[in-house]
């Protein structure tokens, strides 16, 4: 798979999610919605967590590409400290014996792309440009799979920092949907600008 494709990919999964959400709060023509709201919520976070495992997925077929020897889409080509045979070989590298490598833990990703590659080029400057956002996004990620005491406190801790004021009450769906204070559109729309441009600083180099 080129570098272009997993771009490509990645670009065209998380433009489907944001569809995915527009379409799910569609009103009929007395401004009523279609769907109940118990199936807006579902098709929110599901979308939510697609749009995850997009950037999950980018992140992991852009560093087997960049381990194998592949140059930006700039033509730039990354200094590697390892030298897999194959893709598969990569995946198996980053696993490191780990039956699941977590790339949305920030930190650990960028000490991996430190240990693969020279000044960790051409992730370490775009992730840690969006480290806040990217933290977010596993703690909003772990409130989805398991809402507990921990998680509801963390993700009560991104929308507190997020709107400058406590949020009571608000669960993922919620602030998915709501306004962000520092941009014209909502919650959801900004992570995933900040996701595409992440993607596209690191494949470009």
């Known amino acids: 798979m080129s570098l272009a494709k997993v771009l490509g990919d990645f670009k065209a999964d998380v433009a489907q999610c944001g569809t995915l959400i527009l379409h799910v709060q569609?009103?009929?023509?007395?401004?009523?919605?279609?769907?109940?709201?118990?199936?807006?919520?579902?098709?929110?976070v599901a979308s939510f967590l697609n749009m995850s495992i997009a950037w999950e997925n980018f992140l992991g077929n852009s560093l087997?590409?960049?381990?194998?020897?592949?140059?930006?889409?700039?033509?730039?080509?990354?200094?590697?400290?390892?030298?897999?045979?194959?893709?598969?070989?990569?995946?198996?590298?980053?696993?490191?014996?780990?039956?699941?490598?977590?790339?949305?833990?920030?930190?650990l990703v960028r000490t991996v792309c430190q240990m693969y590659f020279r000044t960790g080029?051409?992730?370490?400057?775009?992730?840690?440009?969006?480290?806040?956002q990217l933290s977010d996004l596993k703690t909003m990620r772990n409130f989805a799979a398991h809402v507990t005491s921990t998680t509801r406190a963390s993700l009560s801790s991104v929308t507190q920092r997020v709107f400058s004021a406590p949020q009571p009450g608000m669960d993922l769906y919620k602030f998915l949907i709501a306004s962000d204070p520092a941009s014209t559109g909502?919650?959801?729309?900004?992570?995933?600008?900040?996701?595409?441009?992440?993607?596209?600083?690191i494949a470009n180099g």
Not at 64 to 93: D, Q, W
């Open 121 to 132: 080029y051409p992730y370490y400057s775009p992730i840690s440009g969006s480290f806040l």
């Open 64 to 107: 087997s590409e960049f381990m194998v020897g592949s140059k930006t889409l700039r033509g730039k080509k990354p200094v590697r400290y390892v030298a897999p045979t194959s893709r598969a070989k990569a995946r198996e590298m980053i696993l490191a014996g780990r039956r699941y490598f977590d790339y949305l833990d920030v930190n």
């Open 186 to 201: 909502t919650i959801f729309l900004s992570y995933q600008s900040r996701l595409i441009v992440t993607a596209e600083l």
């Open 26 to 44: 569609q009103k009929d023509a007395r401004g009523k919605s279609i769907l109940p709201l118990i199936d807006q919520k579902q098709v929110v």
